[in-house]
């Protein structure tokens, strides 16, 4: 198995040289084959050439550092606009936009929350959600994502 870790703070790291955001990776077996699949993002939003730029400089680096111990398949996409929230940066960068929580434990009975992010404070995100404000620990979250409220 590859150290993940190690091509995660890699590629993070060249890529933010090119203003591009790592937003998450995964190393997921599908149909018998191995894929490392990342989601990056830029200021302004991230194109299909932007994509295949970034496709070649990861493949390059992954090359070049002997960090894949076996073959696998590349993929490099947009976050999507449902983008999963990972960092406290996030958090706080996305501050005022509606979320989707999942918990890894129910909190009061509850493991799905939604609601407007306001941020965190104290190890907690912080969501407004109705007339109530809920606190849930950051590491106590399994996913939150981002749920745009589209317009038709």
């Known amino acids: 198995m ?3 870790q190690a091509i995660e703070e890699t590629v993070e790291s060249a890529l933010a040289q090119d203003a591009f955001e790592l937003v998450d990776m995964n190393y997921v077996q599908e149909g018998g084959r191995w894929i490392l699949r990342f989601f990056v993002d830029k200021h302004g939003g991230i ?3 932007d994509c295949q730029r ?3 400089k990861i493949g390059s680096i992954l090359d070049a550092a002997e960090m894949m ?3 696998y398949s590349l993929e ?3 976050p999507g606009l449902d983008r999963i929230l990972k960092k406290e940066k996030d958090f706080e960068r996305f501050s005022g936009h509606r979320v989707k929580v999942r918990l890894k434990k129910a909190q009061n009975g509850r493991r799905k929350f939604q609601g407007y992010l306001r941020g965190t404070e104290d190890d907690s995100l912080v969501l407004e959600s109705g007339d109530s404000t809920i606190r849930l620990r950051l590491a106590s979250i399994e996913e939150a994502r981002l749920d745009p409220e589209l317009k038709v």
């Open 47 to 49: 194109n299909l050439d």
């Open 69 to 71: 111990t076996h073959s």
């Open 54 to 56: 970034v496709s070649e």
């Open 2 to 4: 590859p150290d993940l």
């Open 76 to 78: 490099v996409s947009s």
